[in-house]
């Protein structure tokens, strides 16, 4: 075994709380499946898996010194996040019930990743506190890697099921608007937390 106990237990730990609770990524699979259902929640799911696990191990293998190196980097991505964001709650809050709107592609789910504060919190979390001692730099990323993603999967696809199991009460069009205005609603307060 390459970790012990003593070591995947705190990660898969913190993998999980770090997936589970509530952020950018939770939000957004909760209102796709509510609004788009959980298969075509699906792609959201794989990008954000996909891009987080891409992030997670370039982050291990030294992109993170780089935040302390040059901390304007955090700042850079706080307010490019908060923007996207922001941007992402405009478009659910206004999205008009019926409307033909789109989910999220595994690319745009995946490239979110790199702007969602969220996930670079985690990765560097990962990667400066995690990485697994007496393994080669990039088999130790690999590790911490496919850890956050087989905790992570189960733990979005529940976010997403949670929006499916109450897309039946938005059946009618005035709950599913306010329902989409404080999924919006929570997306912008999450932005402006990032600004702080």
């Known amino acids: 075994m390459l970790l012990s106990p003593a070591e995947l237990l705190p990660l898969m730990s913190y993998c ?3 997936s589970g609770t509530p952020g950018p990524n939770n939000v957004m699979l909760a209102s796709s499946g509510a609004n788009f259902g959980y298969r075509r929640a699906l792609p959201l799911i794989i990008g954000i898996q996909v891009g987080g696990a891409l992030l997670t191990f370039v982050t291990c293998l030294g992109l993170g ?17 908060a923007l996207y964001l922001i941007f992402l709650a405009w478009k659910l809050g206004t999205m008009k019930v019926g409307e033909a709107a789109k989910p999220l592609t595994i690319t745009q789910a995946a490239l979110f990743q790199a702007v969602n504060p969220k996930s670079w919190m985690k990765s560097i979390t990962l990667a400066s506190v995690f990485m697994p001692a007496g393994l080669s730099v990039p ?23 949670f ?4 897309r039946r009460w938005l059946d009618d069009p005035l709950k599913r608007r306010i329902f989409n205005l404080s ?3 929570t997306l912008l307060v999450l932005a402006i937390s990032f600004l702080r």
Request: net charge positive; glycine share 14%.
């Open 183 to 185: 999924m919006g609603g």
């Open 139 to 161: 088999v130790g990323a690999l590790l911490v890697t496919v850890t956050g993603v087989l905790v992570g999967l189960p733990i979005s696809s529940t976010w997403a099921l």
């Open 65 to 81: 010194s780089l935040f302390n190196a040059f901390p304007v980097l955090h700042q850079i991505l706080r307010v490019t996040g």
């Open 163 to 166: 929006g499916v199991a109450i």
């Open 16 to 18: 999980f709380v770090m």
